[in-house]
Every structure is written in C-alpha cells, then in structure tokens.
C-alpha cells in the first residue's frame, strides 16, 4: 500500500506539471518597471534527503517560488522522467536520457516527500527584486513546451545544476563559495560512494561501469552535482556585486519536513559485495589446488569465468560510446574483457586436452595490468579486483597443472 501511495503522489505530480497552463503562473516576463511588485515574491532552494530508490539515492533539488500576495506556491522541478520511455534502460546507459521540467502545486510536491519519510530543507534565498523578476522570466522560458525536456546528465547537467544555474545566472554580481582546503579535493567516485555505501550491491555496480575520469579530483563547482554540496555551498556564500558590495546568498534556513526513512543499516552480512568476492577466490584457490593434487582440468569452471567476464565486458565496451564522460575509458574491461568470449572455445578446448592456449597469456597480462593500475591509479571495484587475482590464479595454477597433466600422459606412454 506504502508503495502504491507514492506511484500515486509522483503520477499527480507529473500530471500537475504536464496540465498546468504556462499563464496561470505569475512567473511570466516581467518588465523592470514590475519589479516593485516582486517585493511579495520568495523564492528559496528545496533541498530533499535521500530515497530508497537507486535513483532517489543522492537527493534532490527543486526551487519554490511562492508569491504572498497572489497566494501562488508552486515547485518548480527539473527531476522528472519516465521508465515508460522507449528504450528507457539503453538511453539512460548511453547518457541520451531525455528528462523533463515541471510545475507544480507545493503542497502536492510536500506530500509525495512525506509518503516518502524524505526530509526537505528550504533555503531563502536573498535575492534583489531585479533578480526575482530574472529568475521569474527563466522560468518561464523554461516551461515552453519547446523548453521543458532537456537531456540529462547526471554528473554536469541534472535537476541539481540546472536549479543552480537558474539561480546564479540571474544574480547581478558574482556568486562567491568558499575554497576550503584544495589539498583534499574528492573524486567524483568517493562522492558518489559517500551516498550509495549503505547500499553496497549498488555501490558495486557503480564502481564497475565507472571509469578512470570518475577518479579525478574535481573543481568546486563540479560538486555541486550533488544536491546536499549545493546546499552547503549556498549557506557560505556571498554574492558580491558590480560596485563591490556583498551579501550572503541565504538570508535564512528552515527545514520544512524531517526525514523519517533514515532507518537504512549498511549491510555487512555474509553476502556484501566484499564477502562474496573473498569466498569466490577462496573457492577458485580451492579448485586450482584440487586440479593440482589430482592432475585433472575443471574446465567447466573456466568455460563459467571466461562466459561471465565476456558477456560483462561487451556492457563496459558498449559504454565507451556513452555519452557519459566518466564511463567511457574504463580500465575495469581488461579484467571483464569481451576478447574472452573469443578464447573460450579455443582455450577450453586445450584445457580439456591438458594443454595451455596462447590466448591466456594475453588474459594474465590484461589481469597483472589491471591489477597495476588498480593499486597505482584508480579505485575500482571489490569484484574488479578479486576477479584478475582468480584469473592469475587459475590461468598460472592452470599452465603448471597442464604440465602436470602432460608428463602425466608421456610418463603413462
């Protein structure tokens, strides 16, 4: 029932933004000469907590745009998508995402968070009324038809930088954050983490389809990808305009609902990501020492790893046509390799014979440069990792078993 009452509140909403008439928002162009009237005009930054859902996991962020005079309160909202879509998963894995802005009434946007237990943070924002009337306009240019669907980005153009672009290119000066300390900027992959860690299968399905550039250290402004970065940054910072004056940017701050679904443990049972992956090279160390006392080839074990790590591989190959930045160079593909597909047969087929194919040298170089710049360069996954340590193992444990095997038959003839 819980999960049908919040399908029903996001519908609603969706239908408020789609129906809505552009003229019944008083967010229409305005002339300099209105601006007088802006007076009773707030316009804030809506800062929601966490979802449940992989796509609610970072937050969200709208802006609320509430006139006292006229009585309008309505959220204006760039987070709108459907799973219905066509080709929904594959656009989303390519970054040719289309995703839609909306309106809507404030009490229908309060009450989709509160069946959700979300926790949403309002900052008033301190603004002109010359701003007010530039932010109006913008969104009103926004919500044509023409204007209202975007492609979606999610590290540099999502419903976070574009609610933050609206507000900061409005301002008649220059938007001033905090450096804070340079020396420990964080990648784009440990921020990510630092909101999928209680939900590790997740976070393991990130780090994988997540490529070198995800480990880059990143500008200030990049962060604010995020919406609780945004957030932090608004409170600190200042506006400081054309004849040099200041102000903050945040005149206050108020939370508007409290979170009540924050009863998420991290999973550390015995099947986290991490334990998983210690008993599979403990099972494949296993098979490789069986293989060794008995002098026998398990090669429908290997047919398994070089099937799975192929078939994974032409997924991270696909994603170098993304238009994702961070996924596309992706060391992670010399360990989920598609060439494995290729050698399986051929490679099987000596095992089975007790002899060693030349394709696994190309497999133990791929894992020893994987594992190289595993430790060196990026941070990758628990799976990464531990399936280029099975790969040694079984493909050198595997070359001295087929010697094995071969002397074992020259000393029987």
Known sequence: MKRFTHKYIAILLTLFSLLMPHSSLAIESQTLQDDARMDSVHISLLTCSPGKEVWSLFGHTAIRYQDLATGEDYVVNYGLFSFNQEYFIPRFVFGKTDYLMGIAPFDVFMAEYTAEGRGVVQQNLNLTDEEKTAIANAIGENYKPENRTYRYNFFYDNCTTRARDIITDAIRGKVVYPTGDRKNDPTYRQMVERHTQVYPWEEEGINILLGANADKETPLWTRQFLPDSLRKDFDDAKIITWNGQERKLVSSKEVLLDATNDDVVEEKGIFSPLNVCVMFFLIVCGITMTEKKYRKSFWLFDAFVLFFTGLAGLALLAMVFSEHPTVSFNPQILIF??????FLIPLIKSHRKGKYH??????VMCAVV??????????????????????????V????????IKNKVTTNN
Do not use: H, K, Q
């Open 358 to 363: 030349w394709s696994e040298y190309i497999i």
């Open 337 to 342: 390799n598609p060439l494995n597909l290729v």
């Open 370 to 395: 994987y594992l190289i710049s595993e430790i060196f360069f990026i941070d990758g996954a628990y799976a990464s990792f531990t399936l280029a340590s099975c790969l040694l193992v079984r493909l």
């Open 397 to 404: 444990g595997g070359n001295v078993n087929c010697r094995r």
